[in-house]
């Protein structure tokens, strides 16, 4: 069966460092995968999607970048967090050519910077 | 400009009382999905419609598409404290692989 693994579930960062949050999709292959962030009392805004290996589409231009360095990673950085960075993260994933599934998503990593 | 409208934005009702979220958008849509989610928690699939026309139940929650599939409305019969949260509709688009949502309607049951 698919699953979805991301991780860390909460990071507190202090503003300036890095950012590296990651996730990992099993039990299928060219999936499609999506970074989403959650501002507090806020609806989920997308952040970044990928089709394929080293295929990024941004769709909010801002502070953080994202890789897929690997058929089923997808990686979301920053080289350095600003107070505004804070949010709920969450990775999803879906089939690249079945249309009756649905998306599935990760746990979400609940990311502070102080 | 937002591309998936949700309204309303927030809504308090009474437990045992009936209530509806829509979710608009201006482009067709290629499959809507509706969510619920607890902030900072993950989120809970409920229902996918992708057909005009399309209605899906589930338990109290029932979920339509119009013909046009441009508008769906989540439907709860009998509101209850279990129904609280945030509730989201997602949508992907001909012709692109993004996938996003929208604005989100915060539900509170009072008991």
């Known amino acids: 069966s698919q699953t979805i693994h991301q991780w860390p579930a909460t990071l507190v960062q202090p503003v300036g460092s890095p950012l590296s949050l990651e996730c990992t999709v099993e039990g299928t292959s060219n999936p499609n995968l999506y970074w989403y962030r959650q501002a507090a009392g806020r609806g989920l805004q997308l952040l970044f999607y990928s089709v394929g290996i080293g295929q990024i589409s941004s769709e909010v231009p801002q502070n953080l970048s994202a890789s897929r360095p690997q058929d089923r990673q997808f990686i979301l950085s920053s080289k350095k967090l600003l107070l505004s960075d804070s949010g709920f993260y969450l990775c999803?994933?879906?089939?690249?050519?079945?249309?009756?599934?649905?998306?599935?998503f990760g746990s979400g990593t609940r990311l502070t910077v102080v | 400009s937002q591309e998936l409208e949700q309204s309303p934005q927030s809504l308090i009702v009474q437990e045992g009382k009936n209530l509806t979220i829509n979710c608009t958008s201006s482009k067709t849509l290629y499959g809507l999905y509706w969510y619920k989610q607890k902030y900072g928690e993950g989120l809970i699939f409920l229902m996918m419609?992708?057909?005009?026309?399309e209605e899906k139940s589930h338990e109290k929650i029932t979920a339509k598409l119009d013909e046009k599939k441009q508008q769906s409305s989540l439907h709860i019969t009998a509101s209850q404290p279990s129904h609280a949260g945030i509730y989201l509709c997602g949508a992907g688009f001909s012709g692109t692989y993004k996938y996003i949502f929208g604005t989100g309607t915060r539900l509170k049951v009072l008991a």
């Open positions: 999803a994933w879906r089939p690249l050519r079945q249309s009756n599934y649905g998306y599935t």
């Open positions: 419609l992708q057909k005009g026309g």
